[in-house]
């Protein structure tokens, strides 16, 4: 016997609920320029959720965000989406926004699709800042033994970010990895 | 002044239809407002007297002491209201009818008032007085509690003195209360005597000419009677008339069922009297022997008009019986209310120094009177502070009294050993601050042994403590209690199940040491405030599984399952009795000790608690009969107050349908020692009650297909059993309608079986399905046959090419007798009849063939006059009808030398053309009249545009035939030529309010009103596009069809303020962009994907796909709705969906969809979720099918987040192929 039944849930008042956000990796690639590079979500391994920018209405795709829960430990994590135009890309290593502000590890990133230069961090300037990449207040290199590959990974935050643009074609799929683990929190100045 | 006069017409719109209780002409809200539909010396008609603190020493001396207030002639002028100084009153309320605003408007609360007996002014100072205005919420529509909440202090002297204030007051779903409250400062003083006259709350601005009203007066001031007994119903009616005597009618209304049993003339005779108004006062009496037992109330008419009543109530009974301890009669019995005013007393105050007089009532008359509603078993509150205050300090005072009441009574007491769980949310400090607000029932002395878990804490004494207390119940008044339970719904909050095994095992032990015939019930599990019913259960079998051997009973109260038929739900009573027995180690009998809340199936209450213990005759008699079927061995549901009708008294509160079908159930089961059931069909509840060495025996049955079913009896005689309706009134017709109400059977037990088993049912047929073609597209609605709300599945054959889904889940929820309209593009060659099956829970509930309606002949509107098509009416004259610059322009060219004007805004009496808009003319397609009888008018809009201006300016006339008169910023030409006339006229199509979808498609039509007069004689004829002139302003089916153009639509479908809301982008998936499903917002996780394309039919569609790896995490569309606070009720989703893949089911599974509503302010209002649960099997569901969702919105919400996808728990594909919404005004 086939049923179907209805099951109506009112609950007034109450949050959605969410895990600990603040142990999320957080990629944020967003279409610049004037006209702007809107995207395609495809589609991402287990533990990667990526949306589209809601809060930007008429534009919410020129705005995708992949986040992954994080463990103490590397993991490589993927998602892959489409330009609906070529154009640049300004691609955004960060952490959610969130009461406790925690320190994000990354390293080792490879795109196919596009060109994305040093995303393994160990190639740097003098200054000990890694080439090609931008970095919004104490987003940094680490150079110890606990890489997950080479040298160095790097650590960011919300408000500590790393960023590279790159270009993207019309309709290519775009491919991104990277490997990232939970980084403790930031310490307060 | 306008503003207001709006606001009044509005309100009568809806009086016309509405119950009496909402505002009459005169805009007068409450009953008896002058006081003189009271006899001197009576009760006051329309005005409950509920005291709030009687102390309860004066109380306790004479319990069979009953408090009345009561009519006085000495009134400002004629009658006016005495509130008595009663010895021990220190606090009341007068409450006065419920009242229902339907509009925003201004209301008046006036009255005059003063001290009975001359006061002093320290005296005066010490009596408190002030008038409470609150609204109850409608908490299905996310209201808070007393969304108002408002008053006015006054200050009586010893002469009278007028008091009044105004209230700007919002419509509300639920309805308004006006309470005179009153107390003394001093805990042992008593509120002094109080007259009032006068009492108005009325809209501002309302017709001062005052209504019609009555009082029906029963001369049993309880209202009950026997069979036998003679019934006087005094009249006093207050008429607009001189004559000197007046004759009304009075019908008498079974209000279980509405049906009319006996009609009366009634002479009145004027009365010399001042009644303050130009009213004048009559008076009469009718006499009658009752025919039938049940549940009454009166109805009068006064010139054929339906005059506004108040009393007339009342019930006929069956003699009380009284049943043998545990027998199924014995099972029926109900909660006393709490015994002291907890919450009604301040803080400085010992509220345990009071008693809470409901109504007015003695202690002995209410149990009196429960005894008569068929009780026979009271559940008693052992508030642990009413019996131990103090450490080791005993008393017997505040309890005593009832239990000496009950025992007079012939009432078995279920006494709560302790009263409440002693569980409270938060911490220590918070049961300290709540123990000083005086509220406590436990005694302060139990603080200390305070119990902290993770959020609640709860007290939890050691059990030599509980012993104690425990040992003096038991000396004290243990060979009175014949059933034992220990603290009400332990398991909310963070008691201990240890602990409270260990309180059980104590009360197990001691209890059937004394008193071994006595039952012992645990658990007490609650599915209150949505908790999981049996959660409860599986941490007392974590803690000790052979818990079950302190006990003779498992009490549980089914809150939400309470009923095997429950909003469209099935066996939820059935479900939750046995999931909590299948957690039991070993088999026990269960108990229903408390149920406050059974929904009726019929009318649903409005989900609040006044509201929803007002409880229906069917449903009280379901309640029990199902839980005796299902092994239930008592059944204390009920609380007192169900037994008593909300309604205003005219002395004590009358009895309610719940009492007379308790006593109509319990006399039926006299005799009866167990009860066999008869499995005849799921939907049947069917069952024969027997007496142990009795041949005789009842039977019962009834029908829960919201359809029913009509029950041939006329084999009843063959057989040799009578039939009995639900109050036991034989029925002598060959035939029944066998639904909701249960029908009796007595005669042998076997030939009662055999009867029930064997006798016909034909099942009813629940829905019609209306189809009507237009052009390309079919649009498809169903009409509910059944009156009850809930959600059919309906079935189509043969239509797999023919463009229309396999299956639509039509939902009535929103509108009990049609469905959202559904509209599918059709493929031809389309059948002339569709067929169709309906089903219910997937079982097949009936089935027809629905012949298509053909729309010929549409018509289109053009974009400018050059194109627009001329078209010719009835009798030649020509119009022609297109769209600019936002306006709807309409020509019309008439042959008519003799032009009239109207006299006044009746346009039609003059020459004129009258235009009809119906703005969903495919909604509830079956109907022709524009209006009907109960209110419920079509949204047609009737524009009327003289030739001339009428005598007395009006140039134009807009009439909504929902909402009435209004302006309109239409524009109109009239030019008179050689042959006659011409108009053009321009309506903005943003007056054009569509009730719930902007459709391209409009009916219209155009009339002409030709006046000539002929020898001083007005001849009017009538002419028309459609072929039904003259009657256009009432009938609709002829009505032309046009298709508006395309951006009139676009046009409309930006302006919010046409519908209500915004409407959703890309509802159709159409935009599709490399995959991405435009305007949508939507998360992809691991394991799942949202993708938009073309499926193997070339449809454009979302494919959610989930794997059984996937995240736990929706895969859902989402989109932001924006909406006009408070204009709209509900709102109705129509998704088309399929399955693509295998749908894995599991436990909460399914297609989703959420609302979550948002103020303007982004308040989070909380959020609704509706799964419609896929099963195992997926193959029916891999057709197109579409399911409607209907969603109540919060007033104060002015955004709507949307989300529709698949649950977490939901593995497989599903294709979307389009969402679409209405909104419900």
Request: aromatic letters at 12%.
């Amino acid at each position: 016997m086939r049923k179907l039944f209805i099951i109506i849930f009112v609950v007034l008042g109450s949050a959605v609920f969410a895990g600990d956000r603040s142990k999320e990796a957080r990629i944020d690639l967003v279409g610049f320029g004037n006209e702007k590079v809107a995207m395609a979500i495809d589609k991402c391994s287990a533990g990667v959720t990526v949306s589209k920018a809601s809060w930007l209405k008429d534009e919410i795709d020129t705005r995708i965000v992949a986040s992954a829960n994080l463990s103490d430990s590397w993991r490589e994590y993927t998602f892959s989406f489409i330009p609906k135009k070529s154009g640049m890309i300004d691609f955004n290593l960060m952490g959610n926004a969130t009461k406790k502000a925690n320190w994000i590890f990354y390293d080792n990133i490879t795109i196919d699709g596009a060109v994305l230069v040093n995303g393994d961090f160990e190639d740097l300037a003098k200054d000990g800042k890694p080439v090609n990449w931008s970095i919004v207040n104490d987003a940094c290199v680490v150079n110890d033994s606990g890489a997950q590959s080479g040298k160095a990974f790097i650590k960011a935050s919300h408000n500590n970010r790393l960023s590279q643009n790159f270009k993207v074609e019309e309709g290519k799929l775009v491919v991104v990895k990277f490997w990232a683990k939970f980084g403790g929190p930031v310490e307060s100045k | 002044m306008i503003k207001n006069l709006i606001c009044l017409s509005l309100l009568l719109v809806v009086a016309g239809y509405t119950c009496a209780d909402e505002v009459g002409r005169d805009g007068v809200f409450n009953y008896n407002s002058t006081m003189d539909l009271g006899s001197v010396g009576d009760g006051v008609p329309g005005y409950r007297y509920v005291i709030n603190r009687l102390r309860r020493k004066v109380a306790a001396a004479d319990i069979a002491k009953s408090y009345l207030i009561k009519t006085s002639d000495k009134g400002k002028p004629g009658n006016a209201m005495f509130i008595p100084h009663y010895a021990g009153v220190n606090a009341y309320q007068v409450e006065l009818n419920d009242i229902y605003i339907h509009e925003d408007c201004e209301v008046e609360i006036s009255f005059d008032a003063r001290f009975a007996e001359n006061l002093n002014s320290e005296e005066m100072n010490n009596n408190k007085f002030k008038i409470d205005f609150r609204c109850m919420p409608n908490l299905d529509l996310g209201e808070r509690y007393y969304p108002m909440l408002n008053g006015i202090n006054f200050r009586p002297t010893n002469e009278w003195k007028k008091f009044s204030k105004r209230f700007k007051v919002k419509k509300q779903d639920n309805f308004y209360n006006v309470w005179i409250t009153a107390f003394n400062d001093l805990a042992t003083g008593d509120v002094a005597g109080l007259y009032v006259d006068n009492f108005f709350v009325r809209v501002v601005a309302a017709d001062k000419k005052r209504d019609d009203e009555v009082a029906v007066i029963p001369d049993n001031i309880d209202s009950i009677y026997m069979m036998g007994e003679e019934i006087s119903l005094k009249v006093r009616a207050l008429l607009n008339s001189n004559d000197n005597s007046a004759k009304i009618k009075l019908t008498l209304v079974a209000d279980h069922s509405n049906d009319i049993v006996k009609t009366f003339e009634v002479d009145l005779q004027k009365q010399e009297s001042d009644t303050g108004d130009s009213r004048k006062l009559y008076t009469g009496m009718v006499k009658f022997k009752p025919e039938l037992y049940g549940s009454f109330v009166t109805d009068t008419y006064f010139a054929d008009n339906s005059l506004k009543t108040v009393g007339g109530d009342y019930v006929v009974l069956h003699e009380p019986v009284r049943h043998p301890r545990l027998s199924p009669g014995w099972r029926i019995g109900y909660n006393s209310l709490d015994p002291c005013p907890r919450g009604r007393t301040r803080a400085t105050l010992d509220y345990t120094d009071y008693y809470f007089y409901q109504a007015g009532r003695s202690i002995d008359d209410r149990s009196k009177l429960a005894r008569l509603a068929g009780m026979n078993l009271t559940r008693f509150w052992g508030t642990w502070r009413y019996i131990e205050p103090k450490e080791n300090e005993f008393r017997s005072d505040v309890v005593g009294p009832f239990m000496d009441s009950f025992k007079n009574n012939n009432i078995d007491v279920m006494f709560i050993v302790a009263g409440v769980s002693l569980s409270l949310h938060g911490n220590k400090d918070k049961l300290e601050s709540y123990v000083k607000s005086g509220k406590s029932m436990v005694p302060p002395y139990l603080n200390k042994y305070y119990f902290q878990a993770k959020r609640q804490g709860s007290i939890q004494p050691p059990v030599e403590v509980y012993e104690r207390f425990l040992d003096y119940i038991i000396k004290a008044w243990g060979k009175d209690i014949a059933v034992w339970e220990l603290f009400n719904e332990p398991g909310l909050g963070q008691f201990s199940p240890q602990k409270y095994i260990d309180y059980l095992k104590v009360t197990y032990k001691d209890v059937k040491a004394k008193f071994p015939e006595a039952q012992v019930l645990g658990n007490g599990v609650t599915g209150d405030f949505g908790m999981n019913v049996v959660g409860w259960c599986e941490d007392l079998n974590k803690a000790d599984p052979n818990y079950v051997d302190y006990l003779d009973g498992i009490a549980f109260h089914p809150y939400a399952g309470e009923l095997d038929y429950r909003k469209g739900q099935y066996f939820l009573h059935t479900q939750t009795i046995a999931n909590i027995a299948n957690t039991l180690k070993k088999k026990k009998p269960l108990w229903n000790t408390e149920c406050y809340y059974i929904l009726n199936s019929r009318k649903p209450q409005k989900n609040f608690g006044m509201n929803l213990s007002e409880i229906g005759a069917s449903e009280m008699q379901r309640h029990h009969l199902e839980g005796i079927s299902n092994g239930l061995m008592g059944i204390t549901a009920i609380t007192e107050n169900s037994l008593y009708k909300r309604k205003s008294p005219v002395t004590f509160p009358a009895p309610s349908q719940a009492f007379a079908a308790g006593n109509a159930l319990s006399y039926m089961l006299k005799g009866m020692d167990d009860i066999e059931v008869i499995n005849r069909n799921k939907y049947i509840k069917a069952g024969v009650f027997y007496g142990k060495g009795n041949k005789g025996g009842v039977g019962f049955i009834y029908d829960l297909r919201p359809s029913g079913s009509d029950w041939d009896v006329s084999e009843a005689n063959k057989y040799g059993v009578d039939v009995f309706d639900l109050y036991g009134n034989k029925v002598s017709a060959k035939k029944a309608f066998l639904t909701y109400e249960p029908f009796y059977v007595k005669g042998e037990v076997g030939k009662i079986k055999e009867f029930l088993s064997r006798s016909k049912l034909m099942v009813k047929d629940a829905l019609h399905v209306n189809a009507r073609i237009f052009d390309d597209r079919i649009f498809i609605e169903g009409k509910n046959l059944t009156g009850a709300k809930g959600v059919f599945e309906i079935r189509f054959s043969d239509v797999e090419n023919a463009g229309i889904p396999a299956k639509i889940f039509m939902n009535f929820n929103a509108d009990a007798k049609y469905s959202p309209v559904s509209e599918y593009k059709i493929k031809r060659p389309f059948p002339d009849k569709i067929k169709w099956s309906a089903y219910l829970n997937g079982d097949e509930i009936g089935g027809g063939e629905t012949a298509v309606a053909v729309t010929k002949n549409t018509h289109h509107i053009s974009n400018s006059e050059d194109n627009a098509e001329l078209l010719t009416l009835s009798a030649g004259s020509t119009a022609k009808i297109w769209s600019e610059d936002g306006l709807l322009n309409i020509a019309v060219s008439v042959e008519d030398k003799d032009i009239v004007a109207a006299k006044d805004s009746s346009l039609w009496t003059g020459d004129a053309v009258e235009v009809f808009i119906d703005a969903d003319p495919f909604n509830e397609m079956d109907r022709n009249e524009i209006t009907n009888s109960a209110g419920h008018n079509l949204n047609v809009y009737q524009y009327i545009f003289p030739v001339k201006p009428a005598l007395d300016g009006t140039k134009l006339l807009l009439i909504n035939k929902i909402t009435g008169k209004q302006a309109s910023a239409a524009l109109v030409e009239s030019k008179l030529n050689d042959n006659g006339y011409t108009i053009t006229a321009k309506i903005p199509w943003s007056e054009i309010k569509f009730t719930d979808s902007i459709n391209d498609i409009v009916g219209f039509d155009i009339e002409i009103d030709k006046i000539d007069s002929v020898a001083n004689k007005v001849k009017t004829v009538k002419e028309s596009l459609g072929n039904n002139p003259g009657k256009s302003y009432a009938q609709r089916s002829h009505y032309k069809i046009f298709r508006l153009p395309q951006d009139v639509i676009e046009f409309l479908k930006k302006k919010i303020t046409s519908l209500g809301g915004s409407f959703l982008d890309n509802s159709e998936f159409l935009n599709i962009e490399y995959g991405d499903v435009v305007d949508w917002s939507y998360a992809v996780s691991g394991g799942t994907t949202i993708k938009g394309l073309k499926n193997s039919d070339d449809k454009a569609v979302v494919l959610l796909s989930r794997d059984k790896n996937s995240d736990k995490v929706n895969a859902e569309l989402k989109q932001e709705l924006e909406i006009i606070p408070a204009s709209v009720k509900k709102v109705i989703v129509q998704i088309l969906a399929r399955s693509v893949a295998p749908i894995v089911e599991n436990k909460d599974t399914g297609l989703t969809v959420e609302f979550v509503y948002y103020t303007d302010k982004r308040k989070n209002l909380g959020h609704e979720v509706i799964n419609y649960m896929f099963a195992k099997d997926h193959e029916d569901l891999n057709q197109w099918t579409e399911l409607q969702y209907v969603f109540s919105v919060p007033s104060t919400a002015a955004r709507i987040v949307f989300n529709a996808g698949m649950t977490s728990k939901l593995f497989g594909s599903v294709e979307l192929d389009r969402i679409s919404i209405r909104y419900v005004r």
